[in-house]
């Protein structure tokens, strides 16, 4: 462990992973967080209770700001443990002379999927500090949802079980990178950020008995996956030509470097379901985004790790992201 914090310990990969594990753990370690899900189960398995930090730059990015990101970053950490949001706090750090029309239309952003979600903001606070201070705005979302499918858990897994995303991966990090360095795209990429609950509501009317799910946010795919191989103690294997990612997002990728498993996501999650749900839950996601996948299944070949088998019958491990990836992309 290093003596000071870099970058790379918030990138959602190993080093965010022993950051996390050698100093919050050790001190705050009990029953319910040492679950590491995207919510934690409360009150006798009634609620899901989850927080966030959002401090992405720029504040404004195609498909998004950063108030859509907040709503929609606790709402979905709610939503991937089958609850329903219900109740936000947001507290907001602001620096001086910052724009108050700008802020009233990232609240504007958040009122907005407040609404698809059915759920109010009802408690916060606000900083404001001098210039210099912060980065123009951080905001502190808190959330509550009432859970409506019981048992979801990164250490169900089994083997057997089949593995899906529900749509193109890498849109977010890529997008924000463009937007950051200044690059100049003749194309539509924007951000996946969008509210999950929807969809995940529409997998429990159909009936789907929903295993795990996790948003791939820092970390992306990779760190996903790798999480619930360590959890559940199994292998996953995952067909790599099967992973969808759109060309401009592998463009970028390509031109700089980054794999598309690795960079982050706000409105892409992955899911496991027994293999006899899974041409049903494909159907659900479809129905919201045609690049829906089945990716993997659930294997013992590896027991902790994630292999990716190519199309030319070769197989490599996908390791935890390491270094710096994106940082500030939430």
């Avoid at 109010?120 to 009432?146: A, Q, R």
């Avoid at 795990?212 to 946010?217: K, L």
């Avoid at 706000?266 to 996601?285: I, M, P, Q, S």
């Amino acid at each position: 462990m290093n003596k000071t914090i870099t970058i790379a310990h918030g990138n959602g990969g190993e080093e965010n992973n022993e950051l996390i594990k050698k100093i919050f753990y050790k001190h705050f370690e009990n029953e319910i967080l040492s679950k590491s899900e995207d919510a934690a189960v409360i009150h006798n398995g009634e609620l899901a209770f989850t927080t966030d930090s959002f401090t992405v730059s720029p504040l404004f990015f195609p498909g998004g700001d950063i108030g859509k990101l907040a709503v929609c970053g606790t709402c979905n950490d709610l939503a991937m443990m089958g609850a329903k949001p219900k109740y936000l706090t947001c507290s907001v750090i602001i620096e001086e002379g910052f724009s108050t029309r700008e802020l009233e239309k990232i609240v504007r952003s958040m009122k907005k999927e407040l609404e698809i979600n059915g759920a109010m903001v009802v408690s916060g606070d606000t900083k404001v500090v001098p210039k210099g201070s912060v980065d123009k705005l951080f905001i502190n979302t808190t959330g509550i949802g009432e859970i409506e499918h019981t048992g979801i858990s990164s250490s169900n897994l089994q083997e057997g079980m089949s593995i899906l995303i529900s749509r193109d991966v890498g849109a977010h990090g890529a997008t924000i990178f463009a937007a950051r360095e200044g690059i100049m795209l003749e194309s539509s990429l924007q951000t996946d950020c969008a509210s999950l609950y929807p969809q995940v509501k529409a997998l429990m009317d159909a009936g789907i008995r929903i295993v795990a799910m996790r948003d791939a946010t820092r970390g992306g795919v990779a760190a996903v996956l790798n999480e619930w191989a360590k959890g559940s103690e199994v292998c996953i294997e995952i067909d790599e030509e099967k992973i969808p990612v759109a060309e401009e997002v592998r463009g970028i990728c390509e031109m700089l470097g980054f794999e598309a498993v690795n960079l982050a996501n706000e409105g892409t999650f992955v899911l496991t379901v027994n293999k006899e749900d899974e041409a049903k839950a494909l159907k659900v996601l479809k129905h919201n985004n045609e690049n829906a996948q089945i990716i993997g299944t659930v294997t013992r070949q590896h027991d902790g790790k994630v292999i990716l088998n190519s199309s030319w019958g070769t197989k490599r491990f996908l390791d935890l992201p390491t270094g710096e990836l994106l940082p500030r992309i939430c």
